[in-house]
């Protein structure tokens, strides 16, 4: 019944919107639409005032970085109807040089998002009425969630209370690179792990017996 429900939701989209919707799909029960940048100032209008879909809350905005893509950029943008009891997905796809139209005119919690994506990824939003960045230092150089963003060789700012003056220095690693299997906890590791020797050795008699 969920999927049906989506499904329509699609279609009353597509209508509604008049050809804005370059491409739809359902995904874990959840519905994403591809549009134009140009078009998400009034997309989401649509999607917000239309009494028939009413997705008037913003949840999130965040970007999505694909390197191999002419396009590298998505930007994400994840809406809530509580009158629908539904979720809808948007994506915009945009390059390191054209950007993409402000929405806090629409959504003005939209302000920090925007400010935290262009902060991680260098994605301009036009007509922002605060465009600066949000979460790395002063004066720093690059964009740290791009998938092409070094591991080592930028700098970083700090105060120095010594020098009494802020200083710049290179960027320290607090871990060094490692290799993650990804294993599931649940599943059990197939090797012996180091301090694990007893638990090997119970398993190997009877684990509800007491000895």
């Known amino acids: 019944m969920r999927a049906?429900?989506?499904?329509?939701?699609?279609?009353?989209?597509?209508?509604?919107?008049?050809?804005?919707?370059?491409?739809?799909?359902i995904a874990v029960g959840e519905l994403?639409?591809?549009v134009d940048g140009a078009d998400i100032v009034p997309v989401l209008t649509a999607l917000r005032?239309?009494?028939?879909l009413e997705f008037k809350i913003l949840i999130d905005l965040c970007g999505v970085d694909w390197p191999q893509r002419e396009k590298r950029f998505d930007v994400v943008y994840?809406?809530?109807?509580?009158?629908?009891?539904?979720?809808?997905?948007?994506k915009v796809e945009t390059d390191e040089e054209t950007p993409v139209p402000s929405i806090v005119s629409v959504h003005p919690s939209a302000n920090w998002f925007e400010r935290e994506?262009?902060?991680?990824?260098?994605?301009?939003?036009?007509d922002h009425p605060d465009l600066r960045?949000?979460?790395?230092?002063?004066?720093?150089?690059?964009?740290?969630?791009?998938?092409?963003f070094p591991l080592t060789g930028y700098v970083e700012v700090r105060?120095?209370?010594?020098?009494?003056?802020?200083?710049?220095q290179p960027v320290e690693l607090v871990q060094e690179f490692r290799d993650f299997d990804f294993m599931s906890p649940w599943e059990g590791a197939p090797h012996i792990l180091p301090g694990d020797q007893k638990a090997s050795t119970a398993k190997a008699g009877d684990p509800g017996k007491k000895t």
């Not at 279609?11 to 008049?18: G, N, P, S, V, Y």
């Not at 005032?49 to 028939?52: E, G």
């Not at 994506?117 to 036009?126: E, L, N, Q």
């Not at 105060?159 to 710049?168: P, Q, S, T």
């Open 159 to 168: 105060y120095d209370d010594e020098l009494k003056r802020v200083v710049y």
């Open 4 to 25: 049906v429900e989506t499904q329509q939701l699609g279609t009353k989209i597509a209508e509604t919107l008049k050809g804005a919707v370059r491409s739809q799909k």
């Open 117 to 126: 994506t262009f902060d991680m990824y260098g994605v301009v939003f036009s």
């Open 32 to 34: 994403t639409l591809v």
């Open 78 to 90: 994840h809406l809530l109807s509580l009158t629908r009891n539904m979720r809808l997905r948007i």
């Open 133 to 148: 960045r949000i979460l790395t230092d002063y004066g720093f150089s690059g964009y740290p969630l791009r998938k092409d």
């Open 49 to 52: 005032d239309d009494p028939a």
